[in-house]
């Protein structure tokens, strides 16, 4: 099982792998006077958050050619169906530090992934 690829390149050196479930609900959604709450689940979208280690130079360049677009075609494994889902994606913004300038050693990285289309 591959945990995540982007454009069917596998994601070096993953070392935190979390997925949220995040519900998008509709405008007819609330409580009422009652203090019941109802509305309209309009989907589920997946955000995935990642923790990389430590990337040399070329590993940085090849990721960040992946994650700086506008979107792009992720394929991750989804705990609750068992399975590698794949989409649609955007990207959070990145930040990289490079820790020993003379090999561009860089710093372990986190990245958020985020459901351009609810999940089917």
Same mark, same amino acid.
């Given at each position: 099982?591959?945990?995540? %690829?982007?454009?069917?390149?596998?994601?070096?050196?993953?070392?935190?792998?979390?997925?949220?479930?995040?519900?998008?609900?509709?405008?007819?959604?609330?409580?009422?006077?009652?203090?019941?709450?109802?509305?309209?689940?309009?989907?589920?979208?997946?955000?995935?958050?990642?923790?990389?280690?430590?990337?040399?130079?070329?590993?940085?360049? %090849?990721?960040?050619?992946?994650?700086?677009?506008?979107?792009?075609?992720?394929?991750?494994?989804?705990?609750? %169906?068992?399975?590698?889902?794949?989409?649609?994606?955007?990207?959070?913004?990145?930040?990289?530090?490079?820790?020993?300038?003379?090999?561009?050693?860089?710093?372990?990285?986190?990245?958020?992934?985020?459901?351009? %289309?609810?999940?089917?």
């Amino acid at each position: 099982m591959t945990l995540l %690829k982007i454009d069917g390149v596998t994601v070096p050196k993953l070392i935190g792998y979390k997925v949220s479930y995040c519900k998008l609900w509709g405008s007819d959604t609330g409580r009422s006077m009652t203090g019941e709450n109802k509305g309209t689940l309009v989907g589920i979208f997946p955000k995935i958050e990642i923790t990389l280690g430590r990337l040399t130079a070329s590993e940085m360049s %090849k990721l960040l050619t992946l994650v700086n677009k506008a979107s792009a075609t992720v394929t991750y494994y989804d705990t609750e %169906k068992r399975q590698e889902i794949t989409g649609s994606f955007y990207f959070g913004d990145v930040a990289d530090e490079i820790i020993k300038q003379k090999t561009e050693g860089h710093k372990q990285i986190g990245i958020s992934i985020i459901a351009n %289309k609810r999940r089917g």
